[in-house]
């Protein structure tokens, strides 16, 4: 079964086409979250002397990213923000330029300061772009659609109330594989693998590698080890037992409830999302300095 795709097919690699003059900017933030404002006003700035036309967009209107066309978009926020709009735009297939607003902002390449570096090199088109890969995932019951929907960082079908160990059938590829018993299982692409994936312990896969990562949560066998394949398999997991609460979860957002005999599809979207990179930056750099990835203990010196 093909599943319903978001977006037009994937690139393998991207090169940014030429844009206009003046480029055309979305701006999509709320600037009522946390610091977005200050953060907002400072690119609005550095856009205004470049002399950038920019379409305002608040990121909680979802029709925002169907207005007229653009050549990048600007995201302000945390990696929840990023996230939602990168599946948003999905179908534009557009440049984004993720800028920290939040916490961690794993996925903001920049912050004001460096994006005033280098707006004008990434405006001009000079930037490198990395396609990040997609989930499509589609939840059926016999020939009736439940839900599903893109995922940028991760699938996740969730035991849920009463709490009670469910139990999964796995297929990869049409060849049945084990199945999984425990409180639920994640399906996590390389950008997910530093999400919820690796605090079930998945292994950090880097953003350039075509794979997708299969972890259990608390599985009952001692023996299920996360496990990693090439983005191209088709996963299937069938319910064969569930809680009144068990559900299928896209990027931290609940779908649907899930009963026995359900089905739940995962393969690789056609169009991936595009994040613009910053040339300063490395994802070794972003791992050890964001997530403390490798970081030794603090000792103490003044002991005798």
């Not at 009463?162 to 199945?179: C, K, S, W, Y």
Request: a neutral charge; proline letters at 5%.
């Amino acid at each position: 079964m093909r599943l319903h795709s978001c977006g037009s097919p994937r690139a393998l690699s991207v090169r940014i086409p030429l844009v206009a003059n003046p480029v055309r900017i979305l701006l999509i933030a709320s600037p009522s979250r946390g610091r977005t404002a200050s953060v907002l006003d400072s690119v609005r700035a550095t856009l205004s002397t470049l002399g950038a036309h920019v379409d305002p967009c608040d990121a909680d209107d979802a029709e925002c990213v169907t207005r007229d066309v653009f050549d990048f978009a600007i995201v302000i926020g945390g990696d929840g923000t990023i996230i939602e709009q990168a599946r948003r735009l999905l179908a534009r297939a557009k440049p984004i330029i993720g800028i920290n607003a939040g916490r961690v902002g794993f996925l903001a390449e920049f912050d004001s300061e460096s994006f005033k570096t280098h707006a004008e090199f990434i405006l001009a088109g000079n930037a490198k772009v990395r396609t990040r890969n997609v989930l499509a995932v589609a939840a059926m019951r016999g020939v009736t659609r439940l839900g599903g929907g893109c995922a940028v960082n991760d699938c996740v079908i969730t035991a849920g109330e009463p709490f009670r160990m469910i139990e999964l059938n796995l297929t990869v590829d049409d060849e049945a594989g084990p199945a999984v018993v425990g409180d639920g299982v994640i399906i996590s692409t390389a950008t997910g693998s530093t999400a919820y994936s690796a605090s079930a312990g998945g292994s950090i896969v880097h953003p350039s590698l075509d794979a997708l990562s299969i972890v259990p949560i608390c599985a009952q066998s001692l023996a299920f080890r996360p496990v990693t394949i090439p983005a191209s398999a088709h996963v299937r997991f069938t319910v064969r037992r569930a809680n009144e609460g068990t559900a299928l979860v896209l990027d931290g957002v609940k779908t649907c409830l899930l009963h026995a005999g359900d089905t739940i599809t995962i393969e690789r979207n056609p169009q991936g999302a595009l994040f613009v990179t910053n040339p300063d930056n490395s994802y070794w750099r972003t791992l050890t300095e964001k997530l403390r990835w490798a970081a030794m203990p603090s000792y103490r010196t003044d002991t005798p």
